[in-house]
């Protein structure tokens, strides 16, 4: 029962309550004071009208207090349909009330935003002219859910906007009954903004996955369990195996043998890589193909934390390593044998120096021919042994650096001994190629003493540098070859005191003075300074080391290709000072 109506229906009852109490108990006390039948009539009629006035008045209070309620009802009321309208027209969900035969009831701004409409232009429309037809069996199933259990939803569909174009809502709703008659109250929302990322995601992970089936390494991904989560399609096909018979299965056992053929137990591998991380996040162990094949794997390892910090996953990047392990023990075997062999090869050389003395121009033209073949497989150990000592292919312990280093050491030596047989070889065979460049003198001398700085403070020599800046134009890299070849013999043959460089112009020349004051040259000695092959003592009977062909091979670079001149003088046991004498611009 409303408010209004348990109201109005208590007035008469309190009214008829009181009458009766009054009739019922007035004439009884009446009765008891007065006996005079006249008095007593008269007395009655005045009761009457008290009884009259007193209820007009009461019943004046009780309707007056009835309305005084209902308009405050009323109020509270228009104030709530109020608050419930502006939260239905401001919501920022698209809200709709409709009949079950899809008639528009009513709307909100939101609603109606989502077509591209106004509320008004939407409301001339029926749910059937902005739902698509393929959605209509889909429809008739959300409705009849709806009767059965009062509610719909969520689901997803499309609404045909404006424009023409579709777009992606998800609505749920509720059945209500507004006097007798029954609605739907929906909620839309527009997922435009959600889909774009759904398709970006999905892209993106198609991307993630064409990235790590397509690579050339194995991608692992491992509970802490160690079972196999994840595997890429290269490292399927590599280890021989289906999906099917790795995922899921313990890593070991599977591509981990329990112990490798070294006899490293692997049983407990996993686990050692969750309590020590750092350890094991660059890691090569053995591991076992389908077929029995067993092969050296390079692995980097990262554990994923869950958002408590805790161990949830491990992510393991393999790169096959076979045939670099076993280049490396086949290194290993004869690193000792090779040292010997280089040794051996490097005295032949120096004996073949002399024999090459006697070669004419027929053996230079073709070892100048030749250059390619002999160099590129210097180039190979040196490039290799660099490669295998700067680690890139794993760690390596400190008599394996050792070793190495040798091994690079002793490939440059050779390789620079090849290159000036071949320089020479080339200028005597008249092949050699040249290339004027314009530079800055001072930026070229400057360079050259860079590569000597250890040497110097090693020896604690003074180096003093006057040079000029000076523009030229002349074979840069066949310069700055000669005066690292002086700059080498200064340092050679001074053990203390001072090397200076200096530069002066006189014409179309220009100087360069190389200065020392070490052990100079004997005067018997100056005759063959230039010659080939020819290697001086020092003071102490010890000789310096080299071949003998850095200065025959600077003159024949300053004479035949810059075209200019070099100058000895030298004082036994004083020093020595070598200028180079050659055009500012080669012509």
Known sequence: MSFRKRYALSIPLIYASIGALWILFSDRILASFVH????????????GWVYVCATSFLLYLLIRAYVFRVEKYEKELKKER??????????????VLCKIDGTLVDVNEAYAKIIGRTVDETLKLTYWDITP???KEEELKQIESLKNTGRYGPYEKHYIHKDGHLVPVRLQGILIKINGEEF????????????????????????????VDNATSVILRLSIDGKINFINKFGVEFFGFSYDELIGKDVIGTIVPERETTGRDLKEFISSILKNTEKYKYNINENIKKNGERVWIFWVNKVIYDEQRKPKEILSIGTDITELKKANEELERYKGHLEKLVSERTRELEEANERLKELDRLKSMFIATMS????????????????LLNEWLGPLNEEQKLNIATINRAGKHLLALINDVIDISKIEAGVIDVFPEDFELSELITEAIKNFE??????????????????????????????????SNAIKFTEKGFIKMSSSVNGDFVEIIVEDSGTGIKEEDLMKLFKPFQRFEMPDKAKIPGTGL????????????LKGDIIVKSKYGVGSKFILKIPVKLM
């Open 372 to 387: 390619h073949e002999l160099r590129t497989p210097l180039n190979s150990i040196i490039g290799f042994s660099s490669i």
């Open 36 to 47: 005079d039948i006249e008095l007593y009539a008269q007395y009655q009629t005045y009761k």
């Open 550 to 561: 850095g200065l025959y091979l600077t003159r024949k670079i300053v004479t035949e290709i």
């Open 454 to 487: 250890n040497d110097i403070t090693k020896k604690n020599l003074k180096l003093s540098v006057d040079i000029q800046s000076i523009k030229m134009h002349t074979d840069r890299r066949r310069l700055f070859q000669c005066i690292m070849n002086l700059l």
């Open 82 to 95: 109020d608050y419930n309208r502006l939260l239905f027209e401001k919501s920022s969900m698209g809200l």
């Open 184 to 211: 739907i109250l929906s909620s839309v929302e527009d997922i435009t903004e959600l889909k774009i990322a759904e398709k970006a995601l999905k892209e993106s992970e198609q991307r993630y996955r064409e990235v």
């Open 133 to 135: 037809q393929e959605y």
